[in-house]
Each structure stands twice: as C-alpha cells, then as structure tokens.
C-alpha cells in the first residue's frame, strides 16, 4: 500500500528563522492535503494541493506540490512561538487518507 | 455546532478488558474514520467508512472492530485489550473520501495495563 514519509522528524528553530518540511510518497497521489496539530490537540486541516506543480500561499506558509505529484513541502517564513506544533501531510490512497509520519516543530523565542 | 465528539477523554483498560470507543459527527459526512497516533509514527489509519453500512479495513486494523449503522455514529471497539494497544485515538470525518478536509475529534487516551 501507500507510504508517506516526512522529513525531518523533528526541527527545532530560533524565533524568526525559516522552517521547511518534505513529504515523499511512495506512489503517485491525486491530492495532497496538510494538517497542524498543535501540542495536546487533535490536527487541523490547513490546505489540500490537487494539480501538478501547485503552490499554495497562507500568509508565512508556502504549500508546494510536486511536478510528479509524488512529493510536497511545507515552508514557513519568518517562524513564530505560534507555529509550534506538529504538521502532517496526508495523501489520498483510493478512498481512503494516509498521513505522513509528521514534522514536530519547536521555536525558540 | 459540536462537530466530531469522541467518548471518553481518558480510558485505563487491563489486559484482555473489551470497551467501546464512542464517535459521532453533527455534519451529515458520510465518511468517517479512525486513526491511532504513536511517537514517532504518526498518524496511522485502523478502519474508516465512506457510508452507513460500509467499513473497510485500514493500516493498522487488527484487534479492532468497527460498525457504521447510521450516519452520525462510528464507534470502535477493542475486542481483548493488549498493551500494544496503548495510544491516542482519533476519530475523524469529511464530507467525502479523500478529497475533502477531515474533521478530528479530540481524541481519546487509551492506556492498557
């Protein structure tokens, strides 16, 4: 079946730098959709890519979906206190969502 | 609007003890699913449900049952509870499958002793 992986597991930053995380499939997907799950909180769907090469802005975060639509990435620009947490990529596996192994991030004031 | 509601917050089951995980979603989605959530392993699918009727298995579905007699209700249950078994669980739910944003509950803490 379907994998998703992420890059890095963990990352932590000092207030202010940037942050990216990388999510491979191990096959082709029809969509990618993100999620933040904050400290002690269930996840919160934050966007869904669908074509070939998209990107995607949400003030300071950068949503990339893949040209073979087999990898995405997260950026965050300018992190701050409020971007801790953990973000998850999910893609879509016939009728069913498979998420990625997540990317905790902590920042540093 | 309440949503995705899960039943209880926190569980402590013995070896072997059976219980109920309670779902139930106000949104009229017709899927529904439920995922475990372990350090470092992410969020890992057990069974879901794109309708009243219909559940299917997902990554992780053994020692887990699931039934979906009516829209609003998913609940999961585990049979003979097992150490193994010691997670978060969330129940989740979108209008359809796949393509459409997941609602999470949130959660519930099992732990098995």
């Known amino acids: 079946g379907q994998q998703v992986m992420q890059i890095p597991q963990y990352q932590h930053v000092q207030e202010g730098e940037d942050f990216t995380t990388y999510c491979n499939s191990s096959t082709t997907l029809s969509n990618i959709q993100w999620y933040k799950q904050r400290p002690g909180g269930h996840p919160v769907f934050l966007i869904q890519?669908?074509?070939?090469?998209e990107v995607k802005k949400q003030k300071r975060l950068t949503f990339q979906f893949g040209e073979a639509k087999k990898n995405s990435s997260l950026h965050i620009t300018a992190t701050q206190t409020t971007d801790v947490g953990t973000y998850f990529c999910?893609?879509?596996?016939?009728?069913?969502?498979?998420f990625g192994t997540g990317t905790r991030l902590q920042v540093f004031p | 609007n309440a949503g995705v509601t899960q039943t209880p917050k926190f569980q402590v089951l013995k070896t072997g003890q059976s219980m109920t995980l309670q779902c139930a979603q106000d949104?009229?989605?017709?899927?529904m699913s439920w995922y475990r959530q372990d350090p470092g392993m992410g969020l890992r699918l057990i069974h879901y449900?794109?309708?009243?009727?219909?559940?299917d298995q997902g990554e992780v579905p053994n020692g887990y049952n699931v039934s979906r007699s009516t829209t609003e209700d998913f609940p999961l249950r585990l049979l003979s509870a097992a150490p193994s078994q010691t997670s978060v669980y969330f129940c989740?739910?979108?209008?359809?499958?796949?393509?459409?944003?997941?609602?999470f509950g949130n959660g519930t803490r099992l732990t098995v002793t």
């Open positions: 989740a739910s979108s209008y359809s499958a796949g393509n459409s944003p997941l609602h």
């Open positions: 449900s794109v309708g009243a009727g219909i559940t």
């Open positions: 999910a893609g879509r596996d016939t009728d069913k969502l498979i």
């Open positions: 890519l669908v074509k070939s090469g």
């Open positions: 949104m009229n989605h017709e899927y």
